[in-house]
């Protein structure tokens, strides 16, 4: 069964710092990926995805992903931090199934100014 | 007007109570679910529907109940609430997914808090 890791519950960064989200999953074949994001009071926001070709993935809000088959890993990155970013991060995937994603447990972003 | 409306926002109930939470889309989408949050365990999927036929529990069904009455609109009730399903409920819709040729994006309503006392 597919399963999806974010092994870090808090993340507390420096405004203007690099940021890496890690993500982890479980998953026989290649699988479909995903970044949302969700702000204090908000539902949940799609940030990126990946389903083939090129493994470094760009989303909005100047974010990337890079897909690592070899450690099956969909870390998210950005490479300086706004304030405005601080909100919980959640890594999902969707398996062969084609009808639901499986989400992490995610991951809380603080940002410090 | 958001894609996703979900009502009430906000509720507290008490125990053995019946709770509906109501969610309505005009993304156009048949697609439909409705997912639980709880702190530091994520999102979990209780129901979802493909269309208005079509309805499925997800991996947190016990205790729930679920109707769609249209294309549009996807319902969720509790028939008698307990302590343990006060939480964070999503309702969210999406095209057939990557698999099945579309976008595989979510669309999230704006969550219905549930305290149940």
């Known amino acids: 069964a597919q399963s999806v890791t974010q092994p870090d519950i808090h993340i507390t960064v420096s405004e203007g710092a690099s940021l890496e989200l890690r993500c982890n999953y479980s998953y026989g074949a290649t699988p479909y990926l995903f970044w949302y994001v969700q702000s204090p009071g908000q539902g949940l926001q799609l940030l990126l995805k990946?389903?083939?070709?090129?493994?470094l993935v760009q989303g909005i809000k100047g974010f990337e992903a890079e897909f690592k088959r070899s450690q099956s890993s969909f870390n998210l990155r950005k490479p300086s931090v706004h304030w405005s970013d601080a909100a919980e991060y959640f890594c999902?995937?969707?398996?062969?199934?084609?009808?639901?994603?499986?989400f992490g447990s995610g991951t809380r972003l603080l940002v410090r100014p | 007007d958001a894609d996703v409306t979900q009502t009430p926002r906000n509720r507290i109930t008490k125990t053995g109570k019946r709770i509906m939470l109501e969610c309505s889309q005009t993304k156009g989408h048949d697609r439909m679910y409705w997912y639980r949050q709880d702190p530091g365990l994520g999102l979990r999927l209780i129901y979802y529907?493909?269309?208005?036929?079509?309805?499925n529990k997800g991996e947190i069904s016990d205790g729930y109940s679920v109707s769609r009455q249209a294309q549009a609109k996807f319902s969720l009730s509790l028939e008698s609430a307990i302590p343990n399903q006060t939480a964070l409920y999503f309702c969210?819709?999406?095209?057939?997914?990557?698999?099945?040729?579309?976008?595989?994006?979510?669309?999230f309503g704006e969550g219905s808090r549930l305290t149940v006392l």
């Open positions: 969210a819709t999406s095209d057939p997914g990557l698999a099945g040729g579309g976008t595989g994006e979510l669309f």
């Open positions: 529907s493909f269309d208005v036929k079509d309805i």
């Open positions: 999902a995937v969707e398996g062969d199934s084609s009808y639901k994603l499986i």
């Open positions: 990946y389903f083939s070709g090129d493994t």
